[in-house]
Structures are given as structure tokens and as C-alpha cells.
């Protein structure tokens, strides 16, 4: 039981995903067909418990900063959590 309603999270999380990375593309083509200017932007990449941050300016590559503090918490509870559960 336990099972699959932690399967549908994860398959849902994935949908979930999937659909704000399409809505970000359809949004920057729409900034872009408007010629709204600059283009910022920036990635994390995840590695285990550890981030490689990446950005184009200052801002974004702060707001992916804090963004990957939080990754790496909610990555390192979700590990602890079965531990702290005995």
C-alpha cells in the first residue's frame, strides 16, 4: 500500500516537472517573439548531495544558490528520514 501511493507522488512530482519546464519554454518564446530584452538564466546540477551552480548575472546565479540550499536539506532529510522514523 505503502508502495504505490509513494509511486504516484514521485510519478506526479515527474508530471509536475515535465509540466513547469514546458511552461517555461512557452514563456520564454513569448518573451523572445516580444523582444523583452536581456536574456538571464541559469542551472543547478545536482550531483549526490552536492551543487554546481550556473548563471548568466549576479541575481540569478544568488536565487539558484539558495534554491540548491534547499535541495541539498530536503535531499538530506528525505535520507535521514528512515533513520529518524526507527
Known amino acids: 500500500m505503502a508502495g504505490n501511493v ?3 507522488i514521485g510519478l506526479l512530482l515527474a508530471l509536475a516537472g515535465f509540466a513547469v519546464g514546458i511552461l517555461a519554454l512557452i514563456i520564454a518564446v513569448l518573451r ?4 523583452a530584452g536581456r536574456v538571464r538564466g541559469g542551472g543547478v546540477v545536482m550531483i549526490g548531495p552536492v ?3 550556473f548563471g548568466t548575472d549576479k541575481e540569478s546565479t544568488r536565487i539558484l544558490i539558495v534554491l540548491a540550499i534547499v535541495l541539498m536539506v530536503v535531499f ?3 535520507t535521514l528520514l528512515p533513520i ?3
Open 76 to 78: 538530506l532529510v528525505f
Open 6 to 8: 509513494i509511486f504516484t
Open 51 to 53: 551543487p554546481i551552480v
Open 84 to 86: 529518524l522514523w526507527r
Open 32 to 35: 523572445s517573439a516580444r523582444g
